[in-house]
C-alpha cells in the first residue's frame, strides 16, 4: 500500500520526490510517515519520534474511515463511513498532497 501511495504521488501527482520517511527519512514529499502524535482510546494524546521506543504506535483493530462523497472508494463500498484494520506504525500524510 504504502509503494501504490507513492508511485501515485510520483506519476499522478507530480510529486517527483515523493517517497515514504521509512525509506528516505528527509524527502521532499513525505506521503508516508511515522505515526508521531494519535489520540489513545481514553483521548489522551499519545506523542512519540523516530527516536522513541516505537512499542504503541501501531493503530491495532478496527478503525473508522469517513470516506469523501466524491470519492471512487466511497462509490465502491456504497456507504459514507467504513471500518477498516491496519498493523503498520506509518500512515499516509494527506496534508502533503493537499498543500502541494
Known sequence: MQVALI?????VAGMEN??????VPDCKYPVVALIT????????????SEKSDLGG???L???QCQLS?????RQLYGEPTITERH????RSQQHVV???
Open 7 to 11: 508511485e501515485f504521488a510520483r506519476n
Open 18 to 23: 515523493a517517497n515514504s520517511t521509512e525509506f
Open 37 to 48: 502524535e494519535w489520540r489513545d482510546e481514553d483521548g489522551n494524546v499519545e506523542v512519540r
Open 57 to 59: 504506535t501501531m493503530r
Open 61 to 63: 483493530g478496527a478503525q
Open 69 to 73: 462523497d466524491d470519492s471512487l472508494v
Open 87 to 90: 498493523r503498520s506504525p506509518l
Open 98 to 100: 493537499e498543500t502541494d
